[in-house]
């Protein structure tokens, strides 16, 4: 074969290896057929679409700009040409809202739609197939046919910019990358106690007080000290009506409308710093700071008539600035403590007839609903709004898990699912070791994706209330826009594929495999994300008397290298294949690998002990929390220490103090008994003030052995496991005791100051 022909055969070749290559479009399309060939996009292609639409043209205003900006190209617009990319706005055809259907061939991109939604639809589509930053290589498109639309019509982002301040460049960019995923709705939290980020004209002190709080950079949520009265209140922010304006006409252009959320009637101090009138007790507020609301007033007044009127100007307002059909009003978390004392409020539930303050509440969001719908709007709230009598027309959002979702369905309200887990973004995706201090929680990019947002509890006929999912980014531990990148990405993208995407072509694999794409767009653009799917599972499980111990990964394509002699895990440590025997005390420590590379922040360990008392049946004075049982009754002597996520492991108690009894089987020789204790400051978890420990051999007569003081100050804020340990001359015991005390209540100046601590245990260890 002559070298010629072999070089002709590789040319040949070559069309056919880009064939196999699949494309990796987030939110996976409801039809995608590849076919062989690409269409080139260079100087010799042509846009094409109806100029007197011109409804089209900010569409391909977006085309053109992305194809400049990857290639440098400016295409040229309907100009006779043999290769074009034509837009066609077709409004009488059958495409349901948003669906759109793409055609590429070597000689034509062609996207068809009946609204602007469904052509920039088909733009992102396109643009999820080309490089992500410029190049000077030539553009291929594959060719394919894609017909698509979406399953929900919600597909929203939450973004709270109270509790730290973002400037409105941040906030587009936010818009931008929901965009490029098909998420259409912006859920802007404008209003909370540690900050006001809206102009509104009539209340100018909404902004020039309201905004800003005492720069406090405690890392501590809620633990912040109160302001002084007179200190300087700096940091925070708003926005401009002219901000406002632009960056709705920015989402606009994306096909992303912008919900604005006016929190009322509680989560309000910073509104009430400028106006005091507004609260119950109207009287002058410290500055604003970043939390501690404890001793300030955080609600608006239901008794008062000004309340009212200043709500319905803010709204005035509001609803002129945004063209959305939802107007959301919070409703959440009210704390109805101030209510309660308040002659008017008192008054206004006498006069009205209402037997308590969820009544009133719901007096309150009734009343606000009835502005809202006066103004042809839709009001929306926090699940809340169902205590005390739902409104009329209102659409729910259900956060405190589905249950407020499936009760408003029930009664034919819509709503919006964003349960904490999986949609609260602001949880742990990954670790906690090694990953930025988060609220709690971990929601996984493989959790969100998992999640069904019609909950089974629903009828057929109910689906429809179910508008769709949300992703929510709450900011008390996010202030930057590194760091709400990282919480979005890559979970983002697992949402949008869960409220585009059917149910049934959902594939967790094919996912994985099409992200590994979006992160290597996200390096080169200098995104900030998680590749915490990496994350190793360390899943212990006793068997015939054994510990054996099993890895996993939730990356499919991924490999675990793991060491067990507490060394940090290489890319040379030994490969986990099997369950992993324990027979001796030891650490297990794992990392995932994909392409020869750690993808891990840290490794992720976890601490067995062998004892005298592992498999040992503990029996408590006290049962522990239902909400901490850890993997059971006996967690406190499987071999498995707890470690930093307070929702593992850990038994806890609350109220009482942890007396548990260990009854060894039979009579063993004993001289060391520890008991390890977690502190964890701001989840209102303490040490105990001491353990005591005491032995047995009948179960009934019992002798002090010892008794260890903590030495761990209350305020220590860092999480904190300290182990008493009681060690005495070798004695013979069958029963051992241990009393940890529990701490009287959380300590002055915590958020929970006089309110019951808690005590968390893990491991109680027999030598
Ligand atoms: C609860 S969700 C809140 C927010 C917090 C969030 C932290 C909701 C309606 N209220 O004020 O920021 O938890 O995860």
Redesign the pocket.
């Known amino acids: 074969m002559s070298l010629k022909f072999v070089k002709f055969l590789l040319l040949l070749a070559c069309p056919l290896t880009l064939f196999a290559q699949q494309v990796s479009i987030i939110p996976q399309p409801v039809e995608l057929k590849l076919n062989e060939g690409n269409f080139s996009i260079d100087k010799n292609a042509t846009v094409q679409f109806n100029t007197s639409q011109a409804a089209l043209k900010p569409a391909v205003d977006f085309f053109l700009k992305a194809v400049k900006d990857i290639s440098g190209i400016a295409l040229q617009q309907n100009k006779p040409a043999a290769k074009k990319v034509e837009f066609i706005l077709a409004a009488q055809t059958a495409f349901k809202p948003e669906a759109y259907s793409l055609t590429v061939t070597p000689s034509l991109i062609q996207i068809k739609a009946s609204s602007y939604a469904g052509i920039f639809y088909g733009i992102q589509s396109v643009l999820q197939t080309l490089p992500q930053v410029r190049t000077n290589a030539a553009l291929q498109v594959p060719c394919m046919q894609i017909n698509d639309e979406p399953r929900f019509k919600w597909r929203g982002m939450h973004l ?1 910019v109270s ?1 730290h301040f973002f400037s409105a460049d941040v906030v587009k960019q936010y818009i931008n990358l929901m965009a490029m995923y098909k998420m259409n709705t912006f859920h802007w939290h404008l209003v ?1 106690d540690q900050g006001w980020r809206i102009e509104i004209k009539k209340y100018p002190k909404l902004t020039s007080t309201a905004a800003w709080r005492v720069d406090q950079n405690d890392k501590v949520w809620g633990s912040r000290p109160q302001a002084k009265p007179g200190e300087a209140a700096t940091y925070g922010g708003y926005y401009t009506q002219e901000q406002v304006k632009e960056i709705i006409a920015y989402a606009k252009t994306r096909n992303v409308t912008v919900v604005p959320e006016i929190e009322m009637p509680g ?1 309000v101090a910073s509104a009430i710093a400028a106006y005091p009138q507004l609260s119950c007790t109207q009287l002058p507020q410290l500055p604003l700071t970043g939390g501690n609301y404890n001793n300030m007033s955080s609600n608006y007044c239901a008794g008062n008539e000004e309340v009212f009127s200043f709500l319905q100007d803010v709204l005035t307002e509001v609803i002129a600035l945004f063209p959305s059909t939802y107007i959301h009003i ?4 009210v704390d109805k403590g101030p209510w309660k004392k308040c002659e008017r409020c008192q008054d206004r539930m006498k006069k009205e007839g209402l037997k308590n303050e969820e009544e009133l509440q719901s007096y309150f969001i009734k009343r606000m609903e009835k502005f809202i719908v006066s103004k042809k709007r839709k009001m929306i709230g ?3 709004i169902l205590e005390g009598g739902l409104a009329p027309e209102a659409t729910v ?1 259900s ?2 898990g589905e249950a407020g979702g499936i009760e408003a369905a029930k009664m034919h309200h819509d709503v919006v699912m ?1 349960p ?1 887990s999986p949609c ?1 973004f ?2 742990y995706q990954a670790g906690p070791e090694g990953e930025p201090l988060a ?3 971990f929601n996984t990019v493989k959790k969100v994706y998992d999640y069904e947002p019609i909950p089974k509890e629903l009828s057929a006929e109910q689906h429809k209330y179910v508008l769709g999912a949300q992703g ?1 980014v ?3 531990y996010i202030s930057t826009a590194e760091h709400l990148e990282y919480m979005v990405l890559p979970r983002m993208l697992a949402l949008a594929e869960t409220v585009w995407s059917p149910a049934a072509t959902k594939n967790w694999n094919d996912f994985s495999r099409r992200l590994q794409f979006h992160f290597k767009a996200f390096d080169a653009k200098g995104l900030h994300y998680s590749p915490g799917n990496f994350t190793v599972d360390i899943k212990p499980a006793a068997k015939n008397g054994k510990l054996e111990v099993a890895l996993f990964s939730e990356v499919p394509t991924a490999s675990i290298f793991y060491t067990t002699d507490g060394s940090v895990p290489t890319v040379s440590s030994a490969v986990y294949t099997q369950p992993i025997a324990v027979e001796s005390t030891q650490t297990i420590r794992a990392v995932t690998v994909q392409n020869g590379k750690i993808m891990n922040l840290q490794p992720v360990e976890q601490r067995f002990v062998m004892h005298k008392a592992v498999g040992a049946n503990v029996q408590y004075a006290f049962a522990p929390s239902r909400s901490y049982m850890a993997d059971g009754i006996n967690s406190l002597t499987d071999g498995v220490r707890g470690k930093s996520a307070v929702n593992k492991f850990w038994h806890g108690f609350n109220k009482n103090n942890l007396v548990a009894t260990v009854d060894l089987g039979t009579e063993k020789n004993i001289s060391r008994v520890s008991l390890g204790c977690l502190q964890h400051y701001r989840d209102w978890i303490f040490l105990p003030t001491a353990v005591k420990f005491e032995v047995s051999l009948d179960g009934k007569t019992f002798t002090e052995v010892a008794m260890v003081q903590n030495d761990v100050p209350v305020n220590t804020l860092a999480l904190t496991i300290k182990d008493f340990t009681a060690k005495f001359a070798a004695t013979n015991a069958r029963y051992v005791r241990v009393t940890a005390f529990t701490l009287e209540a959380c300590p002055k100046g915590h958020p929970g100051e006089g309110k019951p601590a808690w005590t968390f245990a893990d491991e109680l260890e027999v030598e």
């Open positions: 709270d509790r909370d989560h919070g409703g959440d978390e926090w699940d809340e959002m956060w405190r964003t904490g609260y602001d949880h609220i709690g929680g929510n709450w900011t008390e």
